[in-house]
């Protein structure tokens, strides 16, 4: 009995990729084979795989120096995160709960100690800290000013960085101070500043000592009354208006006032029927 011709398309085709494409298929298990993960580093950095995993997030329990070396190791290497097992980790590091790690201290230099509960233009910025603060393994601690009379704005950072020091506190919040001299106070800690309040600090080297000590965070006021006068206009209102004290509008550069002066510019002429102002008082 002649032997049957197999039709092309079965058992041909597994043949053909082997015999007729050797290159396809010995790439392939190259790339296999040359595949570097966090144990091809550790073993050609001599360290720990968790050490490799700890360095590429950059985390601080890894000296620089070791970072940088591990580092440098991965690129010749060729090393590439995978992106799904990252989101992965991410995930799961998320839903832990953190671990107490320290307190920061909140300095507190509003007139009355409620202020940061009653007013509701102030709750959010304690809410809002306390919230993310606790997410991270951390724990805000109010440090009132009135409890420390120095006269000497100076002498006043000087005692509080001794105070913080001495209860193992290492870094520090300064929301919307009223009292210049503490963003320009030699702090011993790591500190960041909500608001920037400009009243007082008329030299410029208390400008600079103040602009590279930390890391600020502040709302553009300029930007915000802007938007807030573009916000009312679309609401139908045809008399917008600007009421705002003298103290907040110079503490912010008199941003709130040029914010309100620039869009007055661009408002249409007067008809009778639209007008615009502001009032500082």
């Keep these: 009995m002649p032997p049957v011709a197999l039709p092309t398309g079965i058992g041909a085709s597994r043949r053909t990729k082997d015999i007729g494409c050797p290159n396809a298929r010995s790439k392939y298990t190259e790339n296999q084979v040359k595949k570097v993960t966090l144990e091809t580093v550790a073993r050609a950095a001599g360290v720990h795989r968790a050490t490799v995993s700890h360095s590429v997030r950059n985390h601080p329990s890894i000296p620089q120096t070791t970072r940088e070396r591990i580092a440098e190791i991965a690129r010749k290497l ?12 991410a995930y799961v590091r998320a839903r832990r709960t953190p671990q107490y790690r320290a307190n920061i201290a909140w300095i507190d230099d509003q007139p009355s100690p409620r202020d940061w509960f009653d007013k509701p233009w102030l709750q959010n910025y304690l809410q809002g800290a306390e919230a993310r603060s606790a997410e991270l393994g951390y724990r805000i601690e ?28 290492h870094g520090a919040i300064l929301p919307l101070v009223a009292e210049p001299a503490l963003g320009a106070g030699p702090w011993r800690c790591a500190v960041v500043e909500i608001g920037r309040c400009k009243v007082g600090l008329k030299h410029t080297k208390e400008r600079r000592q103040r602009a590279r000590g930390w890391n600020a965070v502040a709302p ?8 807030a006068f573009s916000a009312v206009l679309e609401l139908g209102y045809q008399w917008p208006a600007l009421l705002v004290s003298q103290w907040h509008d110079c503490s912010q550069g008199f941003a709130p006032r040029g914010g309100f002066l620039a869009e007055e510019l661009e408002f249409p002429p007067n008809d009778g029927n639209c007008c615009c102002c502001s009032k500082i008082f």
């Design 78 to 89: 060729g090393y590439r995160p995978d992106l799904l097992v990252s989101i992965y980790q």
């Design 142 to 169: 109010r440090v009132r000013l009135d409890q420390y009379p120095e006269s000497d704005p100076e002498l006043l950072v000087n005692r509080l960085s001794q105070i913080l020091a001495a209860r193992g506190i």
């Design 220 to 227: 553009n006021w300029f930007v915000n009354v802007q938007t």
